[in-house]
């Protein structure tokens, strides 16, 4: 067996499920769980109409490639989205459909590490534990930088030390946060520009959230966005990470795509044509028609902001908690230990939340995501407001 499978953690999840084994809410009350970023918005109907007339394909096998009309949707998206300009994206050398981001976030770092080398991988703390598997499979050490309401829960640049840049072969950075909401602007993807060329590191952006944001007027930045402001036009040393799942409500067709530095692009191809990991020609076509829609997105961030609006009157007073610039996540700190809050909350309330620690790591500081709860908007308006004034008259009780 592969020794490195022992060093990995299980998921939030099943410690989730192990902490609240047992636990036996009010019958009379209608469970409501806010704990995994899924989705449930009704999925585009023009979408699955597309799925379904394109269900034929599945006699065929796909190729790793993906159809040339489907890498051409996503550049094209690219550039209309980020500003990038026109024919910025070469859909033949930088553009690659996934199956989903979390499985390419993990799969790039088999590709692009090297660990004979003593390296490290570098990712935000509190994160999303991909990031932690993919090092780890792939031979590194990964490595934690805290981030914290004084860091505007991205990680601080200059509190890492320069033998962690130095030994850096890939860091991750996830804008806006998981689970914090926070978007980093163009002046800090400038900043990870200029270490990445001073160290020689690759930078993979999660951006699988950068659709839902609270202004229409103020979408979060991209790091192929700063590239082209800094007069990188081809992309060196990045990569982002884009997905439909929570853009258009699609989390089950597993679609997304990476793009990026040609050179990168090909190795990751390379891999990927051995990993075996090609996306069904169904899915492309149905993607395509996703990604050259944005009506249905912005009917997306419409309904999320209605659950910010319903929610944040509710509990201000109640925990500490601010409504984030993007995302469908609320970070509130809890007035005691996460792990009891979530389970007492359950028990109390039927309302099911994530405790902060499980999606943290305890560092020389302690774990950073302790002491919150992380709470998934996904439900109804109605149920999250619900559920808003079951929190609250449980944090008052």
């Not at 050490?141 to 850096?168: I, Q």
Request: overall charge neutral; proline content about 9%; charged content about 20%.
């Amino acid at each position: 067996m592969n020794p490195q499978l022992a060093r990995l953690q299980p998921y939030p999840f099943e410690k989730l499920a192990a902490l609240t084994r047992g636990v036996r809410p009010p019958a009379g009350l209608a469970p409501i769980r806010l704990t995994i970023g899924e989705p449930r918005h009704p999925p585009p109907e023009f979408v699955l109409q597309r799925l379904r007339e394109a269900l034929p394909a599945v006699g065929t096998y796909p190729v790793t490639a993906g159809l040339p009309a489907l890498r051409e949707a996503c550049a094209h998206w690219l550039e209309r989205r980020f500003a990038l300009g026109d024919r910025a994206v070469d859909p033949e050398t930088m553009v690659l459909p996934v199956n989903g981001t979390r499985e390419a976030l993990f799969a790039f770092a088999q590709t692009v590490v090297d660990p004979s080398a003593g390296a490290c991988v570098l990712m935000p703390n509190p994160f999303y534990q991909i990031y932690e598997g993919a090092a780890l499979l792939a031979g590194a050490e990964p490595v934690y930088l805290d981030t914290s309401a004084a860091t505007g829960w991205m990680p601080d640049l200059d509190a890492v030390p320069a033998e962690a840049w130095r030994r850096c072969q890939l860091f991750y950075l996830c804008s806006p946060g998981n689970p914090t909401g926070a978007v980093a602007r163009l002046g800090y993807f400038t900043r990870v520009l200029e270490l990445a060329d001073r160290y020689g590191f690759v930078v993979a952006s999660d951006e699988c959230y950068s659709e839902i944001y609270a202004d229409e007027a103020a979408a979060p930045p991209g790091l192929l966005e700063a590239c082209v402001r800094a007069g990188r036009p081809d992309f060196e040393r990045c990569v982002v990470f884009h997905s439909l799942s929570k853009r258009s409500n699609l989390p089950g067709l597993r679609s997304g795509f990476v793009a990026g530095d040609a050179r990168i692009m090909e190795r990751f191809r390379l891999y990927r044509t051995y990993h075996g990991s090609a996306v069904p020609e169904h899915v492309q076509q149905a993607s395509i028609a996703a990604w050259s829609d944005e009506e249905h997105v912005v009917e997306n961030r419409r309904q999320y902001r209605a659950k910010y609006d319903a929610v944040m009157p509710l509990l201000a007073g109640v925990l500490e908690v601010e409504r984030p610039p993007a995302s469908f996540y609320l970070w509130p700190r809890t007035p005691g230990d996460d792990e009891a809050f979530a389970r007492d909350l359950l028990a109390a309330t039927n309302v099911a939340v994530l405790p902060g620690s499980y999606l943290g790591r305890d560092t020389g500081r302690g774990n950073p995501a302790r002491q919150r709860v992380r709470i998934s908007l996904v439900a109804s308006v109605e149920q999250c407001a619900e559920a808003a004034r079951r929190i609250r008259d449980f944090v008052g009780s």
